[in-house]
Each structure stands twice: as structure tokens, then as C-alpha cells.
């Protein structure tokens, strides 16, 4: 992506994964389907689906 996400609503199935590094590459969060969550302290620079 080419900026850093702080949020997500993930309103599918399927958890989905952000990580620090381009490419799913760094620090991986995983969050759950079906919820919201926001992450201040963390920069999310590319995402897929786990």
C-alpha cells in the first residue's frame, strides 16, 4: 500500500493479516474475521487474507 494503515473493519469470513514490511514481509498481526479494530502504534504497509 502506499501508506500505512491504522484501522481495520474486516466484515468477511476470513481473518486477515498486516504486516510492518512491503511484500507480507516484518512484524505480522493477525485480526480476526467479522470485527473492528484500530492500531495506533502500528504501521501496517501490506496485508492479505490468512
Do not use: E, Q, W
Amino acid at each position: 500500500m502506499p501508506f500505512a494503515v491504522h484501522a481495520d473493519l474486516n466484515n468477511t469470513t476470513t481473518p486477515y493479516a498486516f504486516f510492518s514490511g512491503p511484500g507480507c514481509t516484518g512484524i505480522k498481526m493477525t485480526l480476526p474475521a467479522g470485527d473492528f479494530h484500530s492500531f495506533a502504534s502500528f504501521n501496517a504497509v501490506s496485508v492479505r487474507a490468512n
